[in-house]
C-alpha cells in the first residue's frame, strides 16, 4: 500500500502546521517523520490517519482518495505514544477489541477471532501474558500489546505517534531493535513519528526531515547523517561542532584567523561551518586549520571530550572536541585541529 501527500497545508489559526507538504511513501517501507515539536510531523500522520483534515492539499492510498474516507473507513492500524489500552479488559480483550466491533457483514468468527489473537500475541512474544490486566504489564510490553491491537484489523498502513516516547532509555533500545525486526515480518507500510534521531537513524527505511511545518530532506539514514541538505539537518541530526564564519573572495575566516579550508561551494557572506566532532583530527599547536587550548577534559567509555578554546581573536570560541583514549590530552595543551569533513552553510535571513 503506497502512501502519496500532495501539497499539504494545514492552519490552526494564525499558526502554519504544515506548508505545502509532499510526500511518497512506498509499499512496505518503514518511514520516520522526525524533527523538533512543533515541526508538523505529528499533524501530517494524523492526517493521514483521517483523524484531521488539511485546509487543502491530497492524499492518497494507491492512487485512491483517501480524504473521501473517514478514519475508520481507511484500514489505518495507529499506535499512540502513551498505549490507549482499555484498562478494564484483559490483553487478550484489548487485542481482540478491534475484530469484536467490526460490522457483523466482515466480522470473523469467535473461533478465528481467538485464533487471530493467539497469532498476534505470539508475534510480540506475549502470548503469556493474555489473561493480565494493562496494570500488571511494564511500559515496554504495554507498548508491544498496543501494537498488536493495531495489527489484529490486518491494516493496510500502521502508523505510530512517537511509539516509545514514554519509555526510559534502554527499553527504547530493546524496542527499537524489535521494530525493526517485526517489520521486516509483518512487511506492512509503516510511518512512525519521533523527535529521537538515534531513533529515526536505526529503524527507519527512509527519514523525513522537519521543520516548522515544511520537509527538510528526504533520504535513507545515510543520507541525511552524511549528506545534510541544510544547517537545520546538520544541527539536529547528530553532534555538531559550529562556527560563525565569513566567506570572502573564496577564503574562510573565523574572527581574525583565515582558515585554511577549501570553500569553493560555499556561498560569499556570513555563514557557519559545520564539524561533525568525530571528523575532526587532533594533532600538535600549527597542524591544523585551528588550533586552541584544552581547557577541560572528561573520559568515559572508549573516548573522551575536552574543552577546546580556539584561539579567533578576542574572547575566542569553547568547542567541545571527541578524542581516543590512546591520545592523551590534559588542561593547558595547545592543539591543531583539522577538519577531515565539514560543510559550510551561508546564514539565513
Known amino acids: 500500500m503506497t502512501i502519496e501527500v500532495r501539497n499539504i497545508i494545514k492552519r490552526f489559526g494564525s499558526f502554519t502546521a504544515l506548508d505545502n507538504v509532499d510526500l511518497r511513501v512506498d509499499t512496505g517501507e518503514l518511514v520516520a517523520l522526525l524533527g523538533p515539536s512543533g515541526s508538523g510531523k505529528t499533524t501530517l500522520l494524523r492526517i493521514i490517519a483521517g483523524l484531521d483534515w488539511p485546509d487543502s492539499g491530497s492524499v492518497a492510498f494507491d492512487g485512491e482518495d483517501a480524504l473521501s474516507r473517514g478514519a475508520g473507513e481507511r484500514h489505518v492500524g495507529f499506535v499512540f505514544q502513551h498505549y490507549a489500552l482499555f484498562r478494564h479488559m484483559s490483553v487478550f480483550e484489548n487485542v481482540a477489541f478491534g475484530l469484536r466491533v467490526q460490522p457483523r457483514r466482515v466480522r470473523k468468527s469467535e473461533d478465528q477471532i481467538r485464533a487471530r489473537v493467539k497469532e498476534l500475541l505470539d508475534l510480540v512474544q506475549l502470548d503469556w501474558l493474555a489473561d493480565r490486566y494493562p496494570n500488571q504489564l511494564s511500559g515496554g510490553q504495554r507498548q508491544r500489546i498496543a501494537l498488536a491491537r493495531a495489527l489484529a484489523i490486518e491494516?493496510?498502513?500502521?502508523?505510530?505517534?512517537?511509539?516509545?516516547?514514554?519509555?526510559?532509555?534502554?527499553?527504547?533500545?530493546?524496542?527499537?531493535?524489535?521494530?525493526?525486526?517485526?517489520?521486516?515480518?509483518?512487511?506492512?507500510?509503516?510511518?512512525?513519528?519521533?523527535?529521537?534521531q538515534e531513533e529515526a537513524l536505526e529503524v527507519a527505511n527512509r527519514v523525513v526531515v522537519m521543520d516548522k511545518g515544511r520537509i527538510e530532506q528526504i533520504g535513507t539514514p545515510g543520507d541525511v547523517y552524511e549528506r545534510p541538505a541544510s544547517a537545520f539537518v546538520h544541527s539536529f541530526i547528530g553532534e555538531s561542532i559550529v562556527l560563525p564564519v565569513e566567506v570572502r573572495e573564496g577564503r574562510v575566516r573565523l574572527g581574525d584567523r583565515e582558515l585554511a579550508l577549501d570553500s569553493s561551494d560555499a556561498r560569499p557572506g556570513p555563514s557557519k561551518l559545520f564539524i561533525r566532532r568525530h571528523d575532526l583530527a587532533i594533532g600538535p599547536a600549527g597542524s591544523g586549520a585551528l588550533e586552541g587550548a584544552v581547557k577541560h577534559v572528561r573520559s568515559f567509555g572508549p573516548t573522551q571530550r575536552a574543552d577546546v578554546l580556539l584561539n579567533a581573536g578576542g574572547e575566542g570560541t569553547l568547542i567541545e572536541i571527541d578524542a581516543p583514549r590512546d591520545r592523551e590530552l590534559k588542561p593547558g595543551d595547545l592543539v591543531g585541529l583539522q577538519p577531515r569533513r565539514y560543510r559550510i552553510f551561508a546564514e539565513t535571513a
Not at 167 to 189: F, G, P, Q, S
Open 155 to 196: 491494516p493496510r498502513i500502521l502508523l505510530l505517534d512517537e511509539p516509545f516516547g514514554a519509555l526510559d532509555a534502554k527499553v527504547r533500545k530493546e524496542l527499537r531493535k524489535w521494530l525493526r525486526t517485526l517489520h521486516e515480518e509483518i512487511h506492512v507500510t509503516s510511518l512512525f513519528v519521533t523527535h529521537d
